[in-house]
């Protein structure tokens, strides 16, 4: 290998500035347990609804970006003649829970470069009766060959022996588990959409949960579900042409199948990243005001934490020890100390259900409704900068994608009419 | 006892089926590059070191070390939701790859032959503990591996 090349590589290219690009009109649509709806009537039903919001035509949508579980046989071309546009840019993306954030990566990309003005981002599932059991049945290659025939567990199983070795490893323990799935459920008790968000949830519910697999208990698992979760994307001067509020996009990455020689997930591509984006960003972990996680599982949340740079790896224990994870800052009793950092402020995926590619575009929607001050009864106070992750995909023993990014709210340069 | 009509689940890729045989005579095999001489699993069409297409099926050194071992308390199929808890083991094998496995402790696996500790429920495998692994039939004469521990 020359050196050249050497060199070369050792110049890793950075992501250039999300600078120009607006978030607009995050939508959540139709979420319910299950339906005999089709996928396609959540994702149109989401388009319908940004546009409405937008004040713009279908067909000023020139762009689709989409994810889906249950999309089958369908795909993102098929919903082009299903909802009658003639988009020139269309983006199917399988990665699951880290699925919002890089469609929206790359439908920036398409805006900037010309291909697309306005392009539709939406994560959108339908979900009917033993559809999640043949989804998991044969999710990939290797979980048919080599873990599914092992107790049929599903993704829970995988999860749990993750959930294991951490707790072992690093002594966290069920409480600290639950002390983020409770903080979850009081933010949902805020957010009408959850659907779980009528019920409260105790330290002794939740530790007396039925169990499912190991330490995996009933809330420290998702509900599949039907919905639909979207935003649209577009110039910032589009947006203030059509005099829509905007949240910008500071940095974002993504890394896939990071760490790889780890026998057993406890990290994952965030670590080789994080730091990235703070510089890009000139903030630090204390300036961002929520943190939105991928929380398939309250282990992969503690992952983030860990990984973002929230506090150091095996500390996160601590972490939800001593910080208030809710919207509003309230610490029910189970954390102590002032800190507070809102988490998962519609109450993610373990109290809102897991929609729209499981639930990856959940977090990042939520931000967007968050900067925007669109949140209703759990509005977090002076949200400025969200950073909002991404992890999916368990293609065999572990999530192989991770994304994140850094969000803003652009409150101060509307009124300064910059 | 399981229903004598529920069956484990014995989808395989084509790949994964050709363990079958080898399982048939209880030889622990698995996918070993002839470029690089790594061992590789899950099965796969190319070496996941160096991308070779020669893969063979070879035997392969048993030993191994449990990561992590829980108890399935729910189960997506009626032959193991009839048999909870059911135990599953992650083994880190000393020559690479990382493998999911029952345990020897459930009853219609057998053990691998080995001399090994009489096992009792209380001697299931755990973290850390050094295994050995076998390649056996299930009920639906599907391959499967199955972990012991060792003396």
């Not at chain 1, 043949?134 to 290797?142: C, N, P, Q």
């Not at chain 1, 659907?195 to 009933?218: C, E, F, Q, W």
Request: charged share 15%.
């Amino acid at each position: 290998m020359s050196s050249t090349f050497q060199n070369f590589q050792q110049a890793k290219s950075q992501p250039s500035s999300y600078q120009g690009i607006a978030l607009v009109c995050p939508v959540s649509v139709g979420y319910a347990k299950q339906s005999e709806k089709g996928a396609a009537y959540f994702i149109g039903r989401s388009l319908g609804e940004m546009i409405q919001q937008a004040g713009i035509h279908k067909d000023d949508v020139d762009g689709l970006a989409i994810s889906s579980f249950s999309l089958g046989p369908d795909s993102v071309i098929s919903l082009c003649q299903h909802f009658d546009i003639s988009p020139r840019y269309l983006e199917q993306l399988p990665f699951g829970g880290a699925s919002g954030v890089i469609a929206m990566r790359r439908a920036a990309r398409a805006v900037q470069m010309g291909d697309a003005d306005i392009v539709a981002c939406i994560g959108g599932d339908t979900n009917q009766a033993g559809s999640f059991a043949d989804l998991i049945a044969d999710f990939s290659t290797f979980t048919r060959d080599a873990s599914y025939p092992y107790g049929a567990g599903g993704p829970n199983a995988a999860f749990a022996l993750i959930t294991q070795h951490y707790m072992e490893q690093y002594g966290a323990t069920r409480e600290d588990f639950g002390r983020i799935a409770i903080a979850q459920r009081y933010n949902a008790n805020h957010y009408p959409t959850a659907l779980l968000g009528h019920k409260t949830l105790s330290m002794d519910d939740y530790l007396n949960a039925r169990p499912i697999a190991g330490p995996v208990h009933m809330f420290d698992c998702v509900m599949p579900c039907a919905g639909g979760e979207g935003f649209l994307m577009m110039s910032v001067e589009r947006a203030k042409f059509l005099g829509l509020p905007y949240v910008t996009i500071l940095a974002a990455d993504e890394l896939h199948h990071a760490h790889r020689d780890d026998p057993i997930q406890y990290r994952a591509g965030w670590t080789l990243y994080a730091n990235e984006l703070y510089q890009q960003t000139n903030i630090g972990p204390n300036d961002i005001d929520m943190l939105q996680t991928y929380d398939d599982y309250p282990v992969i949340s503690m992952m983030q934490m860990e990984d973002l740079g929230f506090c150091a790896k095996g500390e996160a224990k601590h972490f939800v020890r001593e910080t208030a994870l809710t919207f509003d800052g309230h610490n029910l009793g189970y954390s102590s100390g002032n800190n507070c950092l809102p988490h998962n402020t519609s109450g993610g995926q373990l109290s809102v259900g897991q929609a729209g590619s499981a639930a990856g575009f959940l977090g990042l929607v939520e931000s967007i409704r968050q900067l925007l001050g669109q949140a209703e009864k759990n509005q977090v106070q002076d949200a400025r900068h969200a950073m909002v992750s991404g992890y999916g995909m368990i293609n065999y023993d572990r999530g192989l994608c991770s994304s994140a990014a850094i969000l803003a709210s652009t409150t101060s340069d509307t009124v300064g009419g910059q | 006892m399981a229903d004598s009509k529920q069956m484990p689940p014995a989808k395989r890729t084509n790949l994964g089926a050709q363990l079958k045989p080898f399982a048939e005579q209880g030889e622990l095999r698995l996918q070993q590059c002839l470029s690089c001489q790594q061992f590789v699993y899950p099965p796969r069409e190319v070496c996941g070191h160096c991308l070779s297409g020669e893969l063979s099926w070879e035997a392969c050194p048993a030993e191994g070390q449990v990561l992590a071992r829980v108890d399935l308390h729910n189960s997506f199929e009626p032959f193991y939701a009839e048999q909870l808890p059911w135990v599953l083991l992650s083994v880190k094998l000393d020559a690479g790859p990382v493998v999911y496995a029952h345990s020897s402790s459930h009853a219609g696996l057998e053990d691998s032959g080995l001399e090994v500790e009489a096992l009792e429920i209380e001697s299931k495998a755990n973290s850390g503990d050094r295994v050995t692994l076998s390649l056996q039939l299930d009920e639906a004469e599907a391959p499967v591996f199955v972990a012991q521990p060792l003396k």
